[in-house]
C-alpha cells in the first residue's frame, strides 16, 4: 500500500485536479494511505496532502482538513494553510481565518501575498473594517503590500467597504500599478458613485499609457448612479461602441444597468431586448437595475421570466430579490422565490439560505425562516446571529437561546452581536431573569466587552420590571460612559412606574447630554402630571415653550436669562 501511494496521487491529482475535490469516502481512503505512508522512509507526497484538505474543506469537514495540516511536516507550505483560511473565508468565519493566519504568523511559514489578499478580503466581505486596517498594518511590517495581489485586495476591500480615501492612498503608495489595480481604485469610486473621480482616474490611467480592457469600461460605468451623471455615461457608451467594448458580455450588461440606475428605463430596456443572446449577467444588471428604482414588482416578474426561459440565476440575483420580497412583505414571492430555490439547490448556499432566512423574519413568519435555518449543514457566526435575532424579535426568546447553545455546540464563539439579539430577545418579552443569566454568560464565560447597546437592554429589562434602582446601580458601574440610550431606557420606565424623583435625575443627565432633544422633557413633564404634580409639570413646559420660541427666533434663551 505504500509503495502505490506517489502513482495513486498523481492519478487522483490528474483525474480531478485542485479545483475538483475528491468524494468523501475517496479521500478517507487516501487520507488513510497518508498516515501509513507517515512511517514509511520515504516521504509522502507535498500534493496529496494539499489535494485531501482541499477535498475535505469542499466537503464541509474542516476539522479533518484542519489535522492534515496539524500533521504535516515543518515548515508546513503555505498553501496547506492558505486553503484552510480560504474554507473559512468561504463561510464567512473571520474569526477561524484570523486565528490561522496568526498561527501562520508564528510558524516557520511565512505567510505569503495570496494568504494576505484573501484574509483582506474576508475583512471585507464580513464588513471589518478594523480587521482589515490591521491586517492591512501586517502586510506593510512583512513588506507585502505593494505586491500587486495585496495591493489589489487592499484597495478593492477599502473599496467595498466605503473607505475610499484608504483605497486611494493604498493606490498611490504603488510604484507601478498595472491594469488590475486601475480597474480596482476606478471601482472604488464606482461603489460610492463617484462618476468625476472615476471619469479623472481614467484619464489618468490612458495619460500613464495603459491601454483599458473591458474591465475597465464596466469599472467606469458603474461609477454613473444617478441622471446628472447620464450625459458622461452616454459619452462612454460611444467610446464602447467605438472601441468595440461593447461585444462583451460584462460590458453591456454594466450598460443596461447603467441605464437603470440613471432612471433611463427605455434605454436600458431597449439595450437589453436589443441583445439577442442575453446571458445571466445581462438579466441581473436588468433585474437588479430595476430593484434600485424601487420597481419591485416588474423586477420580479422579469426574474419569473428569465427562470421560466431557462436561465440559473445567481445566489447574488436570488438574494436580491429577496431583499425585494423583504421590503414589500411580499410572503407569496418569498414562497415562490424558495420554491425555485429549492428545485435549484440552491438552499444550501449560505447568501441565499440568510436572504431566506431574513425574508421570512421580515414577512412576518420567522418560524419559516427558523425552518430554513434548520436545513442547512454547515452554518456561521453570521446565520446563528441573523436567526437569533430573528427569533428574538416576534418573541421567540427561549427558541433563540436553544440557538446559542447549538451555535457553541458547533465550536462557534458567539460575538457582542449574538448577544446584543439574545438581550433583545428577553426585552421583547420581559424575562429579566434569562437576561441576568446571558449578560454574565458574555462578559464572564465568553469575555465580550459589555457595549452601549447590551446596557441599554439590561437597563430596558431592570425598568421593565420596576427594579428602577438596580438599573440606576448597573449604570453606575459602566466602565464607559453612559449615552443617551442607557438614560433614555431608565427614563422610560421611570415614566411607566410613576417615579417622578428618579426620574428628575435621570431627566438632568439627559438634558446635559442631549440640550435640544425636546422629547425628554416631555416625557418629565407627563411624568409630574401622571403624579398630579401640575406646577413642576407647567413649570418644565414653559421652559420648553420658551426654548422653541427663541430658536425660531434665533436667540439663545439660556443667553437672555443672563443678561
Known sequence: MRGNLPSTAAAAASSHGAAL???LSRTKQLHARLVLASHSPAPAPADLRLLLLRSYAARGDLASARRLLDEAPHPASPLLYN????????RLDLPAALALFARMRRSATAPDAHTFACVLRTCADCSRPGALKVVHGVASSSGMSSHPIVGSALVSGYAKLGLVDDARRVFDGLREPDLVLWNSMMSAYGYRGMWN?????FSAMR?????PDGYS???LVSCFWNPEALEFGQAVHGVCVKGGYDSGHHVRSALVSMYMRSGCMESGQSLFHNLPDADLVTWSSLITGLLQTGKYMESFDLFRQMCFTGGRPDSVLISSVLSACASTT???CTREVHCYVLRLGADKDITVSSSLMDAYAKCGFAELGYWVFRQIPYKNLVMYNTVISNLGYHGFATKAIEVLDEM???DLRPDSATFSGLLAACCHVGNLEQGWKLFRRMRDEFEIVVEMEHYVYMVRLLATSGQLKEAYDLIQTMQIQPDCGVWGALLWGCCVH???SLGRIVAEKLFQLSPDKAAYKVMLSNLYASQEMWWDAEEVRDELSKEEMYKNTGISWVGEVQK
Not at 207 to 211: D, L, M, T, V
Request: proline fraction near 3%; charged fraction near 25%; hydrophobic fraction near 45%.
Open 498 to 500: 410613576r417615579d417622578s
Open 330 to 332: 411580499a410572503i407569496s
Open 197 to 201: 473621480d472615476g471619469l479623472q482616474m
Open 207 to 211: 495619460r500613464a499609457g495603459e491601454q
Open 217 to 219: 469600461v464596466v469599472a
Open 408 to 410: 457553541v455546540n458547533d
Open 83 to 90: 486553503a484552510l483560511i480560504r474554507a473559512h473565508a468561504r
Open 21 to 23: 475535490p475528491l468524494s
